[in-house]
């Protein structure tokens, strides 16, 4: 039955006439259909048509066909290496561009009342945020579009705006994420004579004034929401009236709080949740399997409350697999507790994931289901999903099978208590389970890790640093936990389970979400080759990069001083991983399958992985339905989105202790290390915090810098000195400002001698700039 042709107007065509899949480009500003389009008209499409830039796509549109298709995939690759375009997912975006599904804050409205809304996240060095239109009449399948108003938070569709003129996108409103009604976070500030001012939390805020009628209930120190008035105040500042106290800035976990309502996370579950979670009832053994004799175990931190997955290894007696193991990962059955659709289901997917801070957890779902009823608490009856792999004396996965299951955890323990028992220092818990339970569980370990050197998954040595608190809220010390092998154990098993998840579901032809990885992008490995040769390390040119390609460049830093740099350069050319249903692999795992299956408790993919499988394999009621499977794609996007929310929240958190941590400590000396150069100045890194401090190039003295991106440096013209990435510098604090979770530097160290190839870059015509360190005592001269 053929379709009717869709109606399109002229304006719409916008010189492509290619308004809908299956549409050619027209044949106007000289562009012949057939044949590869000049490269000014292929950044102009890509750009115009984000959900269309895929290379299959542009080769559908201009019509070309077999060594076409050869000279535009070169095309691409010639654009992508000088960094006009970048990949996303399958599909190419100019840098800076927003993702086809993004979210938004309504910030204000334009001369005809139309909303306007920005980027929620979006990094200083991108510059100034995009101003997107919000398409409120939109409708998409039939269905009208949430309409939504100013200071609302939204989940968008993202498309290019026509109209030149105006905002560079339009927006059609997926979903409204909160109802902000002009409430904006702020800290308040008496003033002689009642009356006081709103202090921004936003490094880029304003002050507000706020009029005594406006004050409430509000103290000197509190941290307050605010409606904006549209009228100003007194010296012109915006007026602001009170709406509610959050709390004394000064008290405990009031830092997590400014995070928690600047980025708009839901954070108090509505009643209706809570009822529908305290009249959960424990799951029963319908279409369970009775695993309770099984001696599972969960190995977890010390301080967890909930605990999610168990672990169980044992020799595999088959004659057909002599030396090999059989590893047990039973996972906390959610789906049995949180149907689609239910207040429960709704909630959790309108927070995609926990959030954790370091003093308080925002849960994805109520504690009556995450701490207690999936739970796998020790000596307690609990339902889980559980897959039993068979893994080869070589570490190759010889086969896997799912089951429902009831079990009942056989211990609770502690990484550094497991790790202890099997290093000789048993206690009288671990002792009895050493023989029977934790030695089969780490020669399976040592099995498996025989497959994963194999696999050669990307070997980053990043520390992660863990904030100890003191009882009132403050930072008491920051440290580096260690990193056991009971840590490796459990990562190792938790992403064989998942690989298995994501086969199973293949084979069943089951829609599902990946946690998919994509490649680096052309242009970030030119930038980190460009980088890696001013240290005299190489870098094989071209696309087909490899996960151990990177091993081997971290290998070659092995031990210099330039290990942390090279450590974190290639963490920065690598691509930001994500949620879809389309698979591409998972590039820094090297994985060609793989999706969250472990940690339904926290996250919301994995509750999806988890009803899928219960579907897919008939495991009885929980299982995913017609309709989710139809909106994976915008779910897939909505926790994507929430994901990257959530490390901003806990990111900022971390800036805003650290800050108030270190506030009185202005004019002290630190040793750091340069973390990032950029034009405006250098970011320095204090190692032992975990904390990152701005230098203004106006502070740096009076010569003028030249900014080498390439090699990631400013050098002066005149005399040749300069800092580098990685470079270790002593510097003075010059000021915190622990609301906005800033640190400024004074730099102290001279700058070092820079290598000759480095000071005469800029000739080259590469990507250099010349910054006045003084601004205004002359104009910089131009770019040769």
């Known amino acids: 039955m053929s379709k009717s042709p869709r109606k399109t107007t002229g304006s719409s065509n916008d010189g492509f006439g290619r308004t809908g899949r299956g549409k050619r480009v027209s044949e106007s500003e000289n562009i012949v259909h057939g044949q590869v389009p000049p490269r000014d008209v292929l950044l102009r ?60 804050d309504i910030t204000t409205r334009d001369k005809d009342g139309e909303l306007i809304a920005r980027p929620a996240e979006w990094l200083d060095e991108q510059g100034v945020a995009p101003a997107v239109l919000i398409r409120q009449s939109s409708q998409d399948r039939g269905k009208k579009a949430p309409t939504a108003g100013l200071n609302d938070r939204v989940l968008a569709k993202i498309f290019p705006a026509k109209d030149r003129g105006g905002p560079a996108y339009t927006a059609r409103i997926i979903k409204i994420l909160d109802r902000r009604q002009g409430a904006l976070l702020g800290v308040f500030k008496a003033t002689p004579g009642g009356g006081g001012r709103l202090m921004p939390i936003e490094r880029r805020g304003d002050e507000m004034v706020i009029d005594p009628e406006g004050v409430g209930t509000a103290q000197d120190g509190d941290l307050i929401e605010v409606e904006v008035g549209r009228n100003s105040g007194r010296y012109g500042l915006t007026r602001a009236k009170v709406l509610s106290v959050v709390g004394s800035v000064a008290s405990e976990k009031a830092i997590s709080m400014i995070a928690i309502y600047a980025h708009g996370i839901p954070h108090i579950f509505p009643q209706g949740v809570m009822d529908e979670a305290d009249e959960a009832k424990a799951a029963t053994m319908t279409h369970r399997e009775d695993w309770r004799d099984l001696p599972l175990i969960t190995i977890d931190p010390a301080d967890a409350k909930d605990h999610d997955d168990a672990v169980y290894a044992e020799p595999d007696t088959s004659p057909d697999n002599p030396d090999g193991v059989i590893v047990t990962v039973a ?17 959790a997917l309108k927070r995609g994931n926990s959030v954790y801070f370091p003093d308080r957890v925002v849960p994805m779902l109520p504690e009556r289901i995450s701490n207690d009823l999936c739970s796998l608490k020790e000596g307690v009856d609990r339902p889980a999903l559980a897959v039993r792999m068979t893994f080869s004396k070589e570490g190759r996965k010889a086969g896997h099978t799912f089951h429902r299951i009831m079990m009942k955890s056989a211990a609770k323990l502690s990484y550094q208590q497991a790790q202890a028992a099997i290093d000789g220092k048993p206690d009288d818990k671990t002792g009895p389970l050493l023989e029977p339970i934790l030695r089969p569980l780490w020669h399976a370990y040592e099995i498996m890790k025989r497959g994963r050197d194999r696999r050669q998954p990307l070997e980053l040595d990043m520390p992660e640093r863990k904030i100890l608190l003191r009882p009132n809220g403050t930072v008491d010390k920051v440290i580096i936990p260690e990193r056991l092998d009971a840590h490796k154990l459990i990562e190792e098993m938790m992403i064989q389970a998942n690989v298995a998840a994501a086969e199973t579901l293949e084979k069943k032809k089951q829609p599902l979400v990946y946690r998919v990885h994509d490649t680096p992008s052309l242009a970030k490995q030119e930038t980190l080759r460009e980088f890696l040769n001013t240290l005299g390390i190489s870098m094989t040119k071209g696309g087909a990069m490899r996960a151990n390609s990177f091993n081997g460049i971290l290998e070659r830093a092995l031990g210099t001083p330039h290990q942390i740099m090279v450590n974190e350069m290639v963490l920065r050319s690598q691509s930001q991983a994500i949620y ?62 929430f994901e990257r929310r959530a490390m901003a929240a806990e990111r900022d958190t971390i800036n805003r202790l650290i800050a108030h941590h270190l506030s009185e400590r202005v004019g002290e000396e630190f040793e750091g290390r340069i973390s990032g150069v950029t034009k405006a100045g250098l970011f320095v890194a204090l190692p032992d915090y975990g904390a990152d401090g701005f230098i203004p190039i106006s502070t740096l003295g009076t010569d003028y810098f030249i900014y080498d991106e390439a090699h990631q440096a400013l050098t002066g013209e005149k005399t040749g000195l300069g800092y580098q990435l990685g470079d270790t510098v002593q510097v003075r604090l010059a000021e915190a400002v622990p609301l906005a979770g800033a640190l400024r530097f004074e730099i102290l160290s001279e700058g070092r001698k820079m290598p000759t190839a480095t000071r005469s870059f800029h000739k080259a015509g590469r990507k250099t700039s010349r910054v006045s360190a003084k601004p205004g005592t002359r104009p910089p001269r131009r770019r040769r």
């Open 45 to 104: 499409f890509i750009a115009d048509h984000p959900e269309q830039a895929s290379k299959r796509e542009i080769a559908k549109a201009f019509g070309l066909k077999g060594e076409t298709r050869v000279e535009l995939k070169a095309l691409l690759k010639e654009l992508e290496v000088d960094g006009m375009v970048q990949k996303n997912r399958k599909s190419l975006v100019r840098p800076g561009a927003l993702p086809p599904v993004t979210v938004l």
């Open 331 to 347: 996972i906390a059955d959610v789906s049995w507790y949180v149907r689609t659709g239910s207040q429960l289901d709704r909630e």
């Open 580 to 641: 879809s249903p389309d698979n591409i692999g998972h590039f820094g795992l090297n994985l060609m399958k793989y999706a969250h299956f472990t940690s339904p408790i926290r996250r919301y993919a994995d509750l999806i992985v988890h009803r899928a499988l219960v579907g897919s394999l008939g495991f009885g009621e929980g299982g995913i339905t017609p309709t989710e499977e139809g909106m994976l794609d915008d779910i897939a996007a909505e926790i994507s989105t």
